[in-house]
């Protein structure tokens, strides 16, 4: 009988976003069918870059209240030739994070088997990581404005923001992040030599939570070196705590490292669960190859497994991942990664993998 039924609502948006949103549908639907004790039921959001150019509004009049009735939210990719990326990114996905409060931006990153760092001396194994971005505020909280537009003394302002609430609950939600891995080890990112008043609160502010969790062995690293540790020694490092910026560039630096950005999941968290959490590939939506067919949707598989963890579906999730995994083992990877297979030949074998486990 079926106890558990989870609605997740799904917006794979501009690009290659709907492609690999939609395999990432087929497989979760494939997965739910073949376990059998839970059940999810999904509804499409066609909500674009075309919508916004239609009609001036990314998300219609009530379209958040209908969106906060859903447990979770699939997302593809929002940017298109013709709109600003700073109109698209505010428009849609800011706008959906910011309201729900998903303030924990969560990007783990892996070495998968059968794919290769660009790291000589890293396998499988070497580098893995959960890069957790504060994802409410700090350098992209808005603040800010231009006076004097288009003269030669125009002015514009970008101010960060940080509050001592905000700092804490990331922070909190980064010491236990690390304490529930095997290795409880936490790297708490900063630029307090530099940036010497927000971040000098970020900097106390860790310290003071660390108190709370005795176990978990952390230290703190400037931005700048931060990047020549990931690269020199991937091996040292675990759990990692960032400001919205910071850790905005360093997950990028990690996808690379791990080999592609095609793989790399990230969710957005709202830890209180007052508002369903969000959950996108880290890509965005690819112009160069959208309607090739040559996506590689692993980085949605990946997300869409985050997203049954955050959902209470565990060993499901696990399912998922192996079989994905088993899949780019046996070569059957896209272009992105060496190999010569198409999104539907990817998502095929992953189905057809599951069949086999199940
Ligand atoms: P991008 O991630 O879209 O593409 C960068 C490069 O990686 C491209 O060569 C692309 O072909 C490749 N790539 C990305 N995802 C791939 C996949 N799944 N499989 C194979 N190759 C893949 O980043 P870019 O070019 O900087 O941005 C394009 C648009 O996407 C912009 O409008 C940008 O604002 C938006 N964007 C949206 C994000 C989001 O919605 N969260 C995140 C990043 C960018
Ligand atoms: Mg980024």
């Given at each position: ?20 949103v ?8 494939k997965l739910?069918k073949l376990?059998?004790?839970?059940e999810?039921e ?5 909500w ?8 001036g509004?990314?998300?219609?009049d009530g379209?958040l209240d209908?969106l906060?009735?859903h447990d979770?939210?699939?997302f593809?990719?929002?940017?298109a030739?013709?709109?600003p990326?700073?109109i698209?990114?505010w428009g849609l996905?800011l706008?959906?994070c ?9 990007r ?6 059968g794919?290769?760092?660009?790291l000589?001396n890293?396998g499988?194994?070497?580098l893995d990581?959960v890069i957790i971005?504060e994802n ?14 288009g003269k030669?003394?125009?002015i ?5 923001i940080f ?7 990331i ?6 992040s690390a304490q529930k891995?095997p290795r ?6 900063t630029k307090?030599?530099a940036q010497r008043?927000?971040?000098v609160?970020?900097d ?9 969790f005795?176990?978990?062995n952390?230290?703190?690293m ?5 990047t020549c ?5 991937p091996?040292?490092l675990d759990t990692?705590v960032?400001t919205n910026?910071h850790a905005?560039i360093l997950?990028d630096?990690?996808a ?12 957005n ?7 369903p ?5 880290i890509?965005?939506?690819a112009?160069?190859?959208t309607?090739?067919?040559v996506?590689n ?7 869409a497994?985050?997203m049954l963890i955050w959902?209470?579906e ?5 399912i998922?991942?192996d079989?994905?995994e ?9 272009k992105d990664?060496g190999?010569n297979s ?5 998502t095929e074998a992953v189905c057809k993998e599951l069949e086999?486990?199940y």
């Amino acid at each position: 009988s079926l106890q558990r039924k989870h609605s997740i609502a799904t917006m794979g948006a501009d690009g290659i976003g709907p492609e690999v949103v939609n395999a990432g549908v087929q497989v979760l639907k494939k997965l739910a069918k073949l376990d059998g004790t839970f059940e999810l039921e999904f509804e499409e959001y066609d909500w674009s870059s075309e919508t916004y150019k239609k009609t001036g509004k990314y998300i219609p009049d009530g379209g958040l209240d209908k969106l906060k009735k859903h447990d979770a939210i699939l997302f593809g990719a929002v940017g298109a030739p013709g709109v600003p990326d700073h109109i698209s990114l505010w428009g849609l996905r800011l706008a959906i994070c910011q309201p729900f409060q998903q303030y924990a931006n969560v990007r783990p990153t892996k070495i998968f088997r059968g794919t290769s760092s660009p790291l000589r001396n890293a396998g499988h194994g070497d580098l893995d990581w959960v890069i957790i971005r504060e994802n409410s505020e700090g350098e992209y909280a808005g603040q800010g404005g231009r006076s004097h537009q288009g003269k030669p003394w125009e002015i514009a302002t970008e101010v960060s923001i940080f509050s001592r609430h905000a700092v804490e609950r990331i922070m909190r939600f980064a010491f236990e992040s690390a304490q529930k891995r095997p290795r409880k080890l936490l790297t708490v990112v900063t630029k307090s030599n530099a940036q010497r008043n927000g971040m000098v609160l970020w900097d106390e502010v860790a310290q003071e939570v660390s108190k709370d969790f005795p176990d978990v062995n952390w230290d703190k690293m400037l931005v700048d070196a931060m990047t020549c540790r990931m690269v020199l020694d991937p091996k040292s490092l675990d759990t990692i705590v960032a400001t919205n910026l910071h850790a905005d560039i360093l997950s990028d630096l990690a996808a690379a490292l791990a080999g592609s950005i095609g793989i790399a999941p990230t969710s957005n968290l709202d830890p209180t669960r007052e508002n369903p959490s969000m959950f996108e590939p880290i890509h965005g939506s690819a112009f160069d190859i959208t309607g090739k067919g040559v996506a590689n949707p692993v980085a949605t598989f990946w997300t869409a497994s985050e997203m049954l963890i955050w959902l209470g579906e565990e060993d499901a999730a696990k399912i998922m991942m192996d079989a994905v995994e088993a899949v780019t083992e046996r070569g059957i990877r896209t272009k992105d990664l060496g190999g010569n297979s198409r999104t539907k030949e990817v998502t095929e074998a992953v189905c057809k993998e599951l069949e086999t486990v199940y």
